[in-house]
């Protein structure tokens, strides 16, 4: 995956997609109504083969080094899907905010499934 460089008072720091991924990954994931990432935006020969925890993320840089994530969900029945994608964008935001001091300047949520059974009984 490409690196990311960002340039400080200090000096350069380099960013791998990978752990920007892994950091939206897991900021979905805290959500509470987010079931899973979804896979269904990938190929199917990716679906195969791949299975990694940022499958359900696309990180992209425009020209001006300004972060794009695209996170694609599956959400438990019974949950407000606007308020859900808000808090997983907010989420997002101040993880990546916080973690790599990177702010995005879009993040898009899709909510690809609503399943109807909950794994967890206690939700």
Known sequence: MADTKLYGEGG??????????????????????????SK???PWYKKL????????????????????????????IGESVPELASKIQEN????????VEIKASNINVHIMEVICDRIDAGV
């Open 12 to 37: 350069k720091i380099t960013c791998d997609k990978a752990i920007l991924s892994s950091i939206v990954s897991l900021a979905t994931k805290e959500i509470k109504g987010v079931a899973r990432l």
């Open 40 to 42: 269904k935006e990938l």
């Open 49 to 76: 083969f791949k299975n990694e925890d940022g499958d359900g993320v696309k990180i992209r840089f425009d020209a001006n080094g300004a972060v794009k994530v695209d996170v694609y969900v599956d959400v438990y």
């Open 92 to 99: 997002i935001k101040n993880n990546l905010s916080s973690m």
